[in-house]
């Protein structure tokens, strides 16, 4: 019988980065490929984590499949930095199919096939049966997943909520479907660990349409509506309120419009007609209107802060105007969400904020989580899906239901766990992973060398030490010059800087006297010598940065 492997590449004890690896024989199959916002101001500058592709890059010749539940961020937006580096093919429904394409012209990858599938369907792939299955999440044709394997189904329901008040079938869950893959024996069960520490289930708390409708009825000028743009269930309640109450809707965000277009082309969801103002004919005096400002992680707060700033070329906020900030504040915008609260809160704007103690995210609560079991009966139960207090409290939902700890299985990033004849073997074997670090768009710092400069200039500043030399005979001609930004006052210590520029002048001539010199090892000198001396006198540990520029001289 072919082993069966189970691991994580990224998304256990961590909010975001998903990844998951299925290994059946010499099959690999991937499932999600997501990035996270960096949380902490040591890592200056990145703009976000993705996971250690390392791996897959090494036995990307196995690997039949990558499949994408849904259009978040969380589970697709390090899709292209793993299609540079590893050549398969990618499964997805409609409307995330669209989003990859979009995203991957984007960033200028080119025929890479993206193979459309059925939220209710089944295929094969390599020979090993795959089965999809529709589940509710916040945008339209998210899915689960059941690969079959000799010892029983591996099940990967990504984020999902049961609620039965579901008349869309984009965002609908057929039970019984699950119920009748749980009937041909799982042999493990992932379920995402996010909401497992609150009572009940989600629904029908996942709802804002309660507590946004007040602002509706008591508003007296504008409303503007803060939320993701992926948060496409928000944003069809939204919409349906302004039609209610007879407000034009004008979307900030073109990329929420684009969203929008396919939505209503692949026919999941009309706008009603003659609610849109189109943005070329929006102008700040308009009364009766809901300007939806909507983007991605961090970014939705940012564009809002800059409107409370007033440095928005579209936008400009007045007394009249009530702010619905609908956008949940998410691990690694709290800062952003921070400053743009406060920056509402001088403009006296009437704000309003959702409490997320009464409005939950679209993320499976504890009943929910009990539901999936009674319906999937696995043999083994891995939470995913979160930090490790929260798969934590996903494990003690299945111990409280009456699985053993020997069945429930919370992993590391990295960390393997093998199945053999239908029982798990061992969970020994580890990968050693690294954050991928993304500054801009595809510089990667591994190594955290670049972190480690940002965080010196941030904190000690930096010292540049110049000097110009005969290019022939390496004699001094010009300099030293001294520049210092965020050390030292100039004025105040011309003696320090009269010895920075002497260290680097003597470190030449030394240099050139014993004949050893070579520019950049005559520069590393240079550096050690003036950071000992810039750290006795200041005992502070700047960047130094000399140059010796050597140039030809003519007689």
Known sequence: MDQVRLFALGGLDEDGKNMYVVEVGESIFVIEAGLKYPESTDQLGIERIIPDFKYLVENQHRIQAIFISHGHDDVMAALPNLLRHVKAPVYSTPLTAMLIEEMLKKEGLRDIRVHRIKRNSSFKIAGIAVRAFGMTQSIADGFGLAIETPQGSIVYTSEYIVDYDIHNDAFSCDITALAEIGKRGVLALMTESVGADREGHSAPHHRITEFVEPAFEDAEGRILITTYHQNLYRIIEIIELANKYNRKVIFYDDDLRAILKAVEKMGYYRMPIGLEIPKAKFTNDLKDVVVIVSGSGDHVFRRMHKVALGEDAMLRLNSQDTVVIASPVVPGTEREATNMENELYKENVRVVTLDRRKVYSMHASIEDLKMMLYLFKPTYYMPIKGEYRQLVSNANIALNMGYHADKILV???????????????????????????IDGNENLDVSGMVLRDREILSTDGAIIVGIVVNHKTKEVIGGPDVQSRGVIYLKDADHIVKEIGNIIEKTVEDAVKEKRYENMAVRMEAKDRIVKYVLKETGKRPMILPAIVEINVTE
Request: glycine share 8%; hydrophobic share 40%.
């Open 411 to 437: 992993l590391d990033n990295g960390q393997i766990a093998k199945f053999e004849n239908g029982i798990l073997k061992s969970t020994a074997d580890q990968l050693t992973l690294e954050d991928v670090l």
